[in-house]
């Protein structure tokens, strides 16, 4: 963390190769028989999934605090979250114990490597319970880590996910708080808010970024809830009060609007419109990558809500193009990444879905904090943009007014295209000399949880 906390920071990470957008986690690349295209599950089946036969949470005594039938049902209910959006085509099935470990209870590193590569080989898409936090200090990750995610394996030709898995530490849930053995609990809400967060990782979402001045001013607890409501869920960083707690759905708009997107229902396309543009730099000419597009519903003034904090919708400038496109200087990156589209046309390119209604749309920088394992979008780290936010109008210049901003109309199945921004004082182009170099490394995706009322402060695990 960048910024000075007055809590403790938790984290729940995504372990897999990288994070794409606001969208889709990964990208097809030059393999796929449609490149530049969302990795998604196969439609047409519910994705199956096993789940760890031991207790989700003991104590430090070894008393089951939750059990498993308990720990079953509630990850049968925090899949619910995602299945149940109206406009998606999304759905889950229990499939029995986790295979090829004695019982089912992944107890010991061990059983925990042999599920591990079950999945790897895509026969299996296991829910682990670290009921002590144990598995993962074997791991040797940080102990305030909620619970992660992994995408095991891709199909490359099909675009499809094949398998994945999600770990929960239920030591976050097992009523103890004993900040010298790095043991504190979390409310069941804040909890749940968590692992929900990593199943729409396993889903295929990536990261999103909406209200960002809300997580940079400093707020942790108690958050107005007009801009909690419109915090997407795959916002990197937890903060603020649950959302359950407050009597706001999990899911924000711009989850569900991403989740229908990915799997479209029978009824998105009469349910959504598109705002679709390119960012260009200062030059009017050259492409920007990594730039974080929001479009907000005009508030209405007859309602309490405030529909500009609480209804809102995002997209990253690039999202579909691939991190690395390789080069052939050196001999040792000719291909680059296997992921993403090689499609110029693609280069700072977005694409929001937002349901029907006027909007705003407005341009700003990734939070600089929002590198690596919490990225967001295609550049990492990220770009800072001069002078942002800066809102689209029709008459887009380099020299214009950032405040200055147009409404947009957009009707249920309406494609509002070439809502195109020209950035303000920035450099012709990113990198003068056009080598389109972008490196590609892997890592961990921290997703920080900051607990209310606790006595310390802790900075990102990652």
């Known amino acids: 963390m960048r910024r000075p906390l007055a809590a403790l920071c938790l984290a729940y990470l995504l372990v897999a190769g990288l994070v794409f957008a606001g969208g889709p986690l990964v990208v097809t690349g030059p393999a796929a028989s449609a490149p530049g295209l969302a990795f998604v599950w ?6 199956r999934y096993t789940v760890d036969s031991g207790p989700l949470s003991v104590n430090p005594s070894g008393q089951t605090i939750i059990n498993n039938a308990q720990g079953l049902t509630r990850v049968q209910n925090l899949f619910n979250n995602w299945h149940n959006v109206s406009t998606a085509a999304i759905s889950y099935s229990y499939a029995g114990p986790i295979a090829g470990v004695t019982g089912g209870d992944v107890k010991s590193m ?39 995610a992994s995408t095991c394996k891709l199909d490359p030709v099909a675009g499809h996910i094949v398998s994945a898995l999600i770990l929960l530490n239920g ?53 107005d809830l007009d801009s909690l409501a419109g915090l997407p869920l795959m916002f990197p960083v937890e903060f603020c ?20 997107k990915l799997y479209p229902s029978a009824t998105f396309a009469t349910s959504y419109g598109t705002i679709s543009g390119f960012i260009f730099f200062s030059d009017g000419i050259t492409h920007a990558q990594g730039v974080n597009v ?16 609480s209804v809102a919708f995002s997209s990253v400038s690039g999202f579909l193009f691939t991190r690395n496109p390789g080069q052939p200087i050196s001999g040792t990156n000719m291909g680059g990444s296997s992921l993403g589209s090689r499609n110029p046309a693609l280069i700072g390119y977005y694409e929001i879905p ?51 901003k147009d409404v947009l109309a957009v009707a249920a199945g309406q494609k509002l295209s070439n809502i195109n921004f020209i950035l303000n004082n920035t450099a012709p182009r990113f990198d003068q000399f056009e080598d ?15 607990e209310p009322k606790s006595p310390i402060v802790r900075g990102e695990a990652a």
């Open 42 to 47: 196969p439609s047409g089946a519910p994705i």
């Open 110 to 148: 061990t059983d925990f490597n042999t599920v591990q590569g079950s999945c790897k080989n895509g026969t299996q898409n296991p829910v682990i319970f670290d009921s002590n936090g144990s598995l993962l200090k074997s791991l040797g990750l940080d102990p305030l880590i909620i619970g992660f």
């Open 171 to 223: 030591q976050f849930q097992d009523g103890v708080t004993n900040q010298n053995t790095n043991n504190f609990e979390l409310t069941a809400d804040q909890f749940d808010e968590a692992i929900t967060h990593e199943m729409g990782h396993f889903s295929g979402l990536g990261h999103s970024q909406i209200n960002l001045d809300l997580f940079q001013s400093g707020v942790i607890e108690n958050c």
């Open 241 to 260: 009060q649950a959302r359950k707690s407050v009597g706001l759905p999990i899911v924000a708009p711009d989850d569900a609007a991403w989740i229908s």
């Open 294 to 309: 929001v479009a907000r519903q005009i508030d209405n003034p007859s309602t309490i809500v405030n529909e500009s904090r």
């Open 354 to 404: 937002v349901t029907p209604g006027q909007y705003t749309a407005q341009v700003e920088s990734i939070d600089q904090s929002f590198q690596g394992g919490s990225s967001v979008g295609p550049l990492n780290p990220p770009i800072p943009i001069p002078g942002s936010p800066e809102f689209w109008h029709q008459n887009e210049s380099p020299f214009d007014d950032a405040g200055l």
């Open 436 to 450: 389109g170099e972008v490196q590609l490394r892997p890592w961990l995706t921290p997703f920080l949880l900051k």
